[in-house]
């Protein structure tokens, strides 16, 4: 059985996590979408609720599972006897910042192989902070987030908005 790592913050999932998530079901027998803590980031969403709308935007693939852990990486790979974690790369501006991630994660275990996925061209350009700006500002997220979670994105950014 070859378990992948799809891991992220996914504060909150895109249609290109979906899209990176969906290839990875399609090259591995089974893909464990971790849900992480990235100390570079202040989250708008909590573990639970960036769990629970993966959950419901992966419902149709039936070999990913939704997992929230807050350690490192490695350990999570680990436990769960995964041999890759599988990356999207959208641009030569994600490269750095990956290639450091993908060597510290090597260092730490050298037998865990990073994969990396190019994005595909329609969303090249999204993000979960494009997201988050579109929407606190009142625009149409619709085209960048799976549309069976876009009422409950839309009104948690709403809520943030209010808190501000
Ligand atoms: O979606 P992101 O924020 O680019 O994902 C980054 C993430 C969460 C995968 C990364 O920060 C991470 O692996 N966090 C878990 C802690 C860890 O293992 N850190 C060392 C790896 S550099």
């Known amino acids: ?7 992220g913050s996914f504060d909150p999932v895109t249609l290109g996590h979906i899209d990176i998530i969906r290839r990875a079901s399609k090259l591995f027998d089974k893909v464990i979408v971790a849900v992480l803590l990235n100390m570079d980031k202040k989250t708008w969403f909590t573990i639970g609720e960036r769990t629970d709308l993966l959950k419901k935007a992966t419902a149709d693939i039936p070999n990913v599972e939704i997992a929230g852990f807050e350690g490192l990486l490695v350990d999570f790979a680990k436990q769960k006897k995964a041999c890759a974690i599988v990356k999207g790369l959208r641009a030569v501006s994600d490269f750095e910042y990956e290639f450091q991630m993908a060597l510290t994660n090597s260092k730490l275990d050298a ?13 090249m350009y999204l993000s979960s902070s494009i997201v988050k700006q579109v929407g606190l500002l009142g625009g149409n ?6 549309e069976c979670v876009h009422d409950e994105i839309v009104s948690r950014i709403r809520q943030r908005s209010k808190l501000k």
Request: with cysteine; charged share 10%.
């Open 141 to 146: 997220v619709q085209p960048f987030v799976p």
């Open 111 to 123: 037998n865990l192989e990073t994969v990396f996925l190019t994005t595909s061209s329609e969303n």
């Open 1 to 7: 059985m070859r378990i992948a790592i799809c891991p």
